[in-house]
């Protein structure tokens, strides 16, 4: 399949993720489904998106007009059915292989054969889904970055399953919606940017949990000195701290070495609920 017959998009998880990459397509002319299992979770999303969209008419980003004709192209549906038509599939829910798998055989039975099925996973790679369906060729990984409306990045990763023309399609999407694809020939946990944060997460966590200094101490090396926009442990809040122990959580369970489970602090705030700003508490406090 070629770029041009893209026409109908679903997105499948209604979190910060999946809702903006839904926005991110219908503000670029496609009609998208935002589909999510928990109504609750598609009113919060429409909500947060509308609060996103009325900051950028404020701003003078965008126009009334060209908010409203966004919205008027997603549709929020809480039954996968729904999908059933559409050519391209973005799954952004939680990164849990067997939750994975088995959406990917649903759609897979639900969604017409040309239909390509993509995840936005960075750290489970297409390779570990792709056999769920019958159509691995069309199976690939489409990770964009946290938050989609604003970061231009997005790596295309091609499977060893993944035909060229799947890659390639995929590719030129990202292009369409406004968004600066890298392509990965050859599949690797994590893929380019997120192989290098996690070696900085992880010192971070290290000098946090050895009393080198605070966290907050740390943001501040990083942004002060390093010049980044965030620090590694505000970053962790925004993309959810539960994200960080699952995604470590699958590297354990894959390399069975002790040194890839999640930091200790990590996994006492899974715990306890503090998962960063979608809680309100995280490694700092928010209102």
Known sequence: MQVDNINEVAVIGAGAMGSQIAMVCALEGYSVILNDIEE???TK????LQ???NRRIQKGKLTEQQVEDAFGRLTFDANLASVKDVDLVIEAVVEKLDVKRELFSTLDEITPDHTILATNSSTIVSSKIADATTRPDKVCNVHFFNPPLVMELVEVVKGPHTSD???ETAFAFVEKIG???VLLQKEISGFIANRI????MDEALFLLENGYATHEEIDTVCTKALNHPIGPFALMDLTGIDVNYFVRMQRY???GNESD???KIVEEKVEKGDLGRKTGKGFYQYS
């Open 179 to 181: 968004k600066a694809p």
């Open 45 to 48: 999303a429409k909500e947060s």
């Open 165 to 167: 023309e799947t890659a």
């Open 40 to 42: 609750t979770s598609l």
């Open 51 to 53: 609060g996103h969209m």
């Open 197 to 200: 944060l996690g070696k900085l």
């Open 261 to 263: 489970k999640p930091a």
């Open 253 to 255: 369970q894959e390399s």
